[in-house]
């Protein structure tokens, strides 16, 4: 379903379908059904499916794989609704000239926005192949049955989809009258199918756009500012222009590059190029940015008040504060990109999340019109979130405009990627409920503070890094809380919990001492920390099981069906008591409106060193209808593992004057060897919407580390990373204070 497609190969001996089923007539009678997810804003059908003369059907869409598995599962709903094997797919994705506008691969939104578009859009363009078909074969359709792609009549007789359709434009549009298969009729729906895109990358072949040598190629590499918000005083270039291979050298004000013909030749010139440059530093950094965070102008906003409909005077308050650090994408492969510009076009291949967006950025950045920007989405060795692809795509195409003719690729080094990439952004959270004297919560109030969690380019060259560098910059625009309440520095802050009293506000920073953006989850990962951190201490002060705590606050059955799923498979009523470990249990509804999660953790803790490992992990889902069990299962398996990896070990350390985590040693992961075994349930519910599920599992994944550690030492942790370290100082502290 991966085989490469080109432009002209898409197009030749293939039907157009864009058309609409209903006669005028009939729609002027009949108010016009919602489309669903993302075929809504692009309802031409030919902009989805077409079927080729040579039997091959193009299935065409702007989500793209970032080894999610998202391509995979959009072929098995394709291929359900069509009645075609998967085999027979050929599958483009992230083409801004082919692919239908999607927006950004985020948010898990892929399978609820495209995922419905292509099962509609599939149900659709099969019921009018069967039509033709009954009116060809002069059957009625009730007779016709579909085997991969043949109309069969069940008299005799059969045709298939490409020689009904050859050489003819059917101009329609979806009309939402078509209805999907009962989940009774899907065959590859709801069950695992082997990735498409994992053989290649097993087998070690040239996948990636880092992997991309295009005709024509020379590289490129980009000096960065040793120190955030430096700006460049001056340089001198002849040296670095007498060198072998060096073909350019290009500044724009702080942007500073330089293009040779071979990749080492490259490294050295910007190696020696950073050397003649003298910079001048911005603003100093906050020494530490959670007080910097509350001491900073907000803008506040209540986004939730409940008022307590009874006036029982709680018979107790407790409250915590919780901080989350500045964390890193950290992607193993470091961004790059390759640009050509030929005069006419400026064709930009790059492993960003936003290509769309990022193409408009880059056609704003150059001063062209959209239509000379063609960007084209290549798998990255590494992205996830707002990593460094965009910017690479920038610089890359930057450069390539300094030398036509050519196609400049521009790796980041790792040092450019850790000290330059935007962060995930550091929170700070406070947490107050008065109980009753059951130790049920009464009044709920939660605040937290944060900077943006979104400055992805949208279109907009000022969220570049080149865009800011130029002689004549573009002003980044003012960072903001994007989406509704509960979406993004507050994503998960409401409680799904029933709680009659509740509070919950935002205090929003538009100040950016360091650069930030969207890493996976948003606000969710430090809000569902803190909350099911506290639900876990208020369990513990009530004396009730955790487990069970949870389960009497809640009203929504399919999140306590999670739990009990999660506590069942883990053994949680059976866990066996023994030194130094404990078990711990958290859960939350990713963006109280997508996939049902609830994670169980074993841990132990080293007596002697306090360091912490997780021994096993559990995790209960309920994503709504499954696609792919096995493609679901590795989504969540790998969030849980990400997720102990950032609450275990990382955060960006720098001083008030520069990055210091510049390498491994300085920004260590989670290790192989420090991986636990990791059981997925999966709670499947067909004939449900679809949930998205990709990040369900960063939020809970923390608390139920947290949680453990407390059930296995005593010592509760409310500031991440959790390690060894801070296990320490706590219990000194602990035991200077008794």
Request: net charge positive; glycine share 8%; charged share 20%.
């Amino acid at each position: 379903m991966n085989a490469p497609v080109s432009r002209r190969s898409v197009l030749k001996g293939s039907l157009v379908l864009a058309f609409s089923l209903a006669g005028p007539a009939l729609l002027a009678q009949t108010p016009k059904p919602r489309l669903p997810g993302d075929l809504a804003r692009t309802p031409g059908l030919d902009a989805w499916l077409r079927i080729g003369a040579d039997g091959v059907v193009t299935l065409m869409t702007g989500k793209v794989e970032l080894g999610q598995g998202i391509l995979t599962a959009l072929g098995q709903l394709c291929a359900d609704e069509l009645d075609v094997e998967p085999a027979r797919l050929r599958i483009l994705s992230g083409d801004t000239r082919v692919c239908p506008p999607e927006g950004v691969t985020a948010g898990s939104m892929s399978i609820p926005n495209a995922g419905a578009a292509v099962r509609q859009a599939s149900a659709e363009v099969r019921a009018l192949l069967v039509s033709l078909a009954a009116e060809r074969l002069r059957v009625p359709a009730k007779r016709l049955r579909v085997q991969d792609g043949t109309v069969k009549d069940t008299g005799g007789g059969a045709v298939t989809y490409w020689a009904l359709v050859g050489g003819k434009a059917l101009n329609r549009e979806a009309t939402g009258t078509v209805a999907p298969k009962p989940a009774s009729q899907r065959r590859h729906a709801g069950k695992p199918l082997p990735r498409v895109d994992l053989p290649s990358k097993v087998a070690g072949e040239a996948r990636f756009v880092q992997d991309l040598r295009p005709d024509m190629l020379v590289h490129g590499r980009i000096v960065r500012a040793p120190t955030p918000g430096a700006s460049l005083v001056e340089v001198d270039t002849a040296k670095v222009s007498a060198m072998p291979g060096v073909l350019k050298v290009v500044r724009d004000g702080d942007f500073l590059g330089v293009i040779a013909t071979r990749e080492w030749q490259a490294v050295k010139a910007a190696a020696t190029l950073a050397l003649a440059a003298r910079w001048k530093d911005g603003q100093p950094l906050p020494v530490d940015p959670h007080a910097w965070l509350l001491s900073q102008p907000t803008q506040d906003t209540v986004i939730q008040h409940i008022e307590r409909p009874t006036d029982v005077a709680p018979t107790r308050t407790l409250e915590a504060t919780y901080r989350r650090p500045y964390q890193m994408h950290a992607s193993i492969g470091p961004s790059c990109a390759v640009a050509a510009w030929d005069g006419a076009t400026m064709t930009v291949d790059t492993h960003s999340q936003s290509v769309f967006e990022t193409s408009e950025a880059i056609t704003k950045l150059l001063g062209l019109p959209k239509t000379q920007v063609h960007g084209r989405h290549v798998e990255g060795s590494g992205c996830y979130g707002h990593n460094g692809a965009d910017d690479v795509a920038a610089d890359a195409a930057l450069l390539a405009r300094a030398l036509p003719g050519r196609a400049v690729r521009v790796q980041w080094s790792r040092e450019d990627e850790h000290t330059h990439e935007p962060y995930g952004a550091a929170m700070v959270t406070k947490v107050s409920a008065g109980v009753d004297g059951n130790g049920d919560v009464l009044d709920w109030d939660y605040a937290l503070w944060s900077t943006s969690h979104g400055t992805r380019p949208s279109g907009e060259p000022g969220n570049l890094l080149a865009g800011r560098s130029l002689a004549k910059p573009f002003r980044q625009p003012v960072p903001r809380n994007g989406g509704p309440p509960n979406y993004s520095a507050d994503r998960n802050a409401i409680p799904l919990y029933a709680f009659p009293g509740q509070q919950v506000k935002t205090h929003f920073v538009r100040a950016m001492p360091l650069r930030v953006s969207s890493m996976r989850g948003l606000g969710a990962y430090a809000n569902v920390f803190s909350i099911e951190s506290f639900m876990d201490e208020l369990a513990h002060a009530a004396g009730v099981d955790p487990a069970e705590y949870r389960l009497r606050q809640l009203q929504d059955e399919r999140a306590k069906a999670v739990i009990a799923r999660a506590t069942e498979r883990f053994g949680w009523s059976r866990f066996e008591r023994r030194p130094h470990h404990g078990r711990g249990l958290a859960f939350a509804r990713y963006k109280n409106l997508a996939t049902y999660c609830a994670v169980c953790l074993e841990v132990f803790v080293d007596p002697a060193t306090h360091a912490p490992r997780v021994v096993r992990a559990v995790i209960a889902a309920d994503a709504g209808e499954v696609v792919n069990p096995d493609g679901l299962a590795n989504q969540l398996e790998g969030g849980l593992l990400q997720s102990l990896s950032w609450s275990l070990k990382e955060a960006v350390r720098h001083d008030t004057r520069r990055i210091l985590s510049r390498d491994w040693e300085g920004y260590p992961l989670l290790t192989f060897s420090e991986a636990p075994p990791v059981d997925v349930q999966l709670i499947d519910r067909p004939e449900e919407p679809f949930l998205g599920a990709g990040e369900a599992s960063q939020g809970p994944t923390p608390a139920a580390l947290a949680n453990a550690v407390f059930d296995a030492t005593g010592l509760r942790v409310r500031d991440l990373p959790l390690t060894a370290e801070r296990l320490s100082a706590l219990r000194r502290a602990q035991g200077a204070g008794q």
